[in-house]
């Protein structure tokens, strides 16, 4: 098989070299999926240079990157129902804790990692499930279901941000979302019912008055250090907060008392790490939302695999309008 590795951090253009292995073949309740796609994601790109917290060396002699993709089953292991050979399927958890990720022509892994992906939908859209799409889905739905209620989407113009947007209409809620320039219609289009500025100085009393003086019921968080304040300002009595990133201050002040006031629910969002009945739950959503035809997931962009280092250095410049994609058949 053809895969993009690296032996050591650095930038891109410099330590991703295109190499030629061998894919292990599957072992016991394992499947090999031939890929078409892969999904290159932030934390992608931060272990590649090395930025990961706690990281400080390669784990193992190289690294295949990327967790996310797309293809069809090849070849399974002992135990699994031969139903699944030429499958569609779209991956999770391809590089984690494992040396090969989903940057190659074939993956081989657990067959719990390799989801049956509808017919209707493409390879592109399913190599942006992983991530993006389990960290909409778990953000919007695991305190509950939405209907009815209230959703506040923090950054509703990114990836998971855009997602989380369809979700929630999906999941029957009134959907507020914040974003900024061109983000703002893109949030609107997605479906959310009000957009703010997430600059405003007076945002928080922008969100209440735009959910008629009420408090939200969840808030989907892409920055809690910086809309902490925000956040406990615009919280319902009993809310959910399901903060996924907090790049722009990594060690925020949280306001304990206003939140412990209103008896709120905190939950910090690692997608790598749900457990078994989260995953379920969270896989079941997605299935659901685009068996629905709910969800429209954009890429910006598709790059050939010899071209892996632009596609990560797209990412790393920020200010993209969907997905970046490897394209590997």
Known sequence: MQAIVYRAFGPAAEVLKQETFDCPPPGPGEVTVNLACSGVNPSDVKARAGARVGVTELPWPFIIPHSDGAGIIS?????????????????????????FGTAATR????????VALPDKVSMETGACLGIPGQTAAFTVFNGGE???GTVLVQGGAGTVGLLAVQLAK????????????????????????????????????????????????????????INADTDAEVIAENGHICAY???RAMTPAM?????MFKAVTLELALIYLLTPRQRQATIARLT?????GALDIPVAHIYDMTDCAAAHEAVEAGGRNGAILLRLQ
């Open 288 to 292: 659901a939302a685009l068996d629905a």
């Open 245 to 247: 990133g907090s790049a």
């Open 255 to 259: 306001p304990f008392y206003p939140l």
């Open 146 to 148: 939405v209907d009815g």
């Open 107 to 114: 993956i081989t892994l657990p067959e719990n990692q390799a």
């Open 75 to 99: 070849a399974i292991g002992e135990g699994v129902s031969t139903d699944r050979l030429g499958e569609r399927v779209w991956v999770w958890n391809g590089q984690w804790r494992r040396p």
């Open 170 to 225: 999906w999941g029957g809620a009134r959907v507020i979302a914040t974003a900024r320039g061109t983000g703002i219609d893109r949030a609107r289009a997605a479906g959310a019912d009000v957009v703010l500025d997430y600059g405003d100085p007076d945002l928080a009393t922008r969100i209440l008055s735009a959910n008629d003086g009420a408090p939200v019921d969840r808030i989907v968080e892409v920055e809690f250090g």
